[in-house]
């Protein structure tokens, strides 16, 4: 089973480049495990969304990205799970 992670956060004023830049250094390391792909976007009102894909159950433990600095985001973090259908 495919199993899609979305992480989504607005940036504070002014610091959208830095938390894409942030978002793109974290590692989702921590059990061995790799995404099958990990894609980041950009849109309006500095939101940055990190998307990774995982070859796992639904409710499987995964690696996901932390809470940034609260300096970096305008408010908390939105994260999504999402299975992928034929």
Known sequence: M????MW?????????ADLL???R???L???GREP???EHFTA?????????WWDADFGAELPELP??????????????RFRAVG
């Open 2 to 5: 495919t199993v899609a992670l």
């Open 8 to 16: 989504e956060a607005r940036a504070a004023e002014g610091r959208g």
């Open 21 to 23: 830049a942030w978002a």
């Open 25 to 27: 250094a974290q590692p």
């Open 29 to 31: 390391a921590g059990d």
């Open 36 to 38: 099958l792909r990990r």
């Open 44 to 52: 309006p009102q500095d939101r940055v969304l990190v998307i990774t």
């Open 67 to 80: 809470e940034p600095d609260p300096a970096l985001i305008h408010r908390p973090v939105h994260r999504w």
